[in-house]
């Protein structure tokens, strides 16, 4: 018996090591993502139009001879992560050929909705340094670990570098423009009836673009901070004003709020939510708010990959904002002290959900 525990203590001791280093090194996943978006590997094999080889790929990479025999490494690590798959596999491993994924698909340069500006902005140190600081932050009062880290708020130094700013506002766009095809092809009647909608944080206005173009008779407005809207051109139906969406938002039909409450903390979403509501009764009409945000399942024993993706943006809203991903019950407890009386969430969006909500 002392040697089969002794075996059993021997065997959990070296899962939980294996378990611990997995997680020290989940980074070096994410670092060769970066990798091989900088190298346009994607792309090269999207061009290729067939699966492509190393001894075909190798030459037409950026890189030092003397580093070509690391490329196999990469993209042995970035197969076994989802992201290539594997044709003819070949003794000889330069002959081994290789085609995208569903994953990869979402890195070329030429789809509208790629997530390349995502990548490089969620690296960009600007942007990793905070997570060095995070027990730091908590033993300081500073609201987040971005300001210990950088001495100001994640908005204030968007404004003041235009780098971080293009990053944040071409990530949003991406994902405007995946987000907008869902919802104008599966919540076609959240929109219909609807004669004017403001995009709260609407940015250089994608989704309300999308949403203009799909319905003519929609008076849209993107209304964000004015150095993002600053020099935005509008058209017929839509049209760009700056401003502060906790002092006014513009009166309309509906208000949209995509991927905005998760910024901020529960305090500041009531207040939002507020704005929302004096504006929809300076229309006068019902109207609605449209949220699209996420819903976090905490009811499930096990987190399945969708929840764990959830976790990471709950942790990422922590670091770099003030907000926080919200489970159904917060999400009512923020709609009802804001002083809306109905709901309805539709969990349409993968990891998100719209939530229409009724003043």
């Known amino acids: 018996m002392e040697s089969q525990n002794g075996e059993h203590d021997a065997s959990n001791l070296l899962k939980a090591q294996s378990h611990i280093w997995n997680h020290i090194f989940n980074f070096i996943n994410s670092m060769s993502l970066k990798c091989v978006v900088d190298l346009g590997i994607p792309d ?5 139009g067939k699966p492509m080889s190393l001894s075909k790929l190798i030459p037409l990479l950026p890189i030092h001879p003397s580093k070509t025999f690391f490329i ?3 993209m042995r690590i970035m197969t076994h992560s989802g992201f290539f798959s594997q044709h003819n596999i070949s003794e000889n491993e330069l002959e081994t050929e290789y085609v995208l994924t569903d994953t990869s698909l979402l890195l070329l340069k030429d789809n509208p909705m790629n997530m390349r500006s995502f990548v490089h902005l969620v690296f960009d140190p600007v942007l990793t340094k905070p997570w060095h600081q995070l027990s730091s932050w908590l033993t300081n009062d500073d609201p987040t670990a971005f300001e210990t880290t950088h001495g100001m708020l994640f908005w204030d130094y968007a404004e003041r570098e235009s780098k971080i700013n293009n990053l944040f506002n071409d990530a949003m766009a991406s994902d405007a423009r995946l987000v907008s095809s869902v919802v104008i092809e599966k919540c076609k009647e959240v929109f219909n009836g609807l004669e004017s909608l403001v995009d709260v ?6 989704m309300a673009k999308a949403l203009a173009k799909s319905f003519p008779q929609l008076e849209c407005t993107v209304f964000d901070l004015p150095h993002v809207v600053v020099g935005l051109q509008g058209t017929d139906n839509l049209k760009y004003v ?3 969406m ?3 938002i513009p009166p309309a039909d509906a208000i949209l709020l995509k991927w905005i409450l998760h910024d901020w903390n529960d305090d500041e979403c009531v207040k939002i939510l507020k704005k929302c509501k004096e504006s929809l009764l300076k ?8 949220i699209i945000d996420m819903v976090l399942d905490t009811k499930k024993g096990d987190i399945n990959e969708s929840g764990k993706t959830q976790l990471f943006f709950d942790m990422l809203m922590t670091v770099l904002v003030k907000g926080k991903e919200r489970n159904d019950k917060e999400w009512i ?3 009802s002290l804001a002083g809306f009386s109905d709901y309805k969430i539709i969990p349409i969006l993968g990891l998100r959900s719209l939530i229409e909500v009724y003043p």
Do not use: A, Q, S, W
Request: charged residues 25%; hydrophobic residues 25%.
């Open 201 to 206: 944080g609407g940015g250089t206005g994608t």
């Open 283 to 290: 229309k006068g009409n019902e109207g609605k708010v449209i």
């Open 246 to 248: 906790f002092k006014e």
């Open 44 to 48: 090269i094999i999207h061009n290729y």
């Open 242 to 244: 700056g401003g502060d």
């Open 333 to 335: 407890k923020l709609i």
């Open 72 to 74: 196999y490494r990469l």
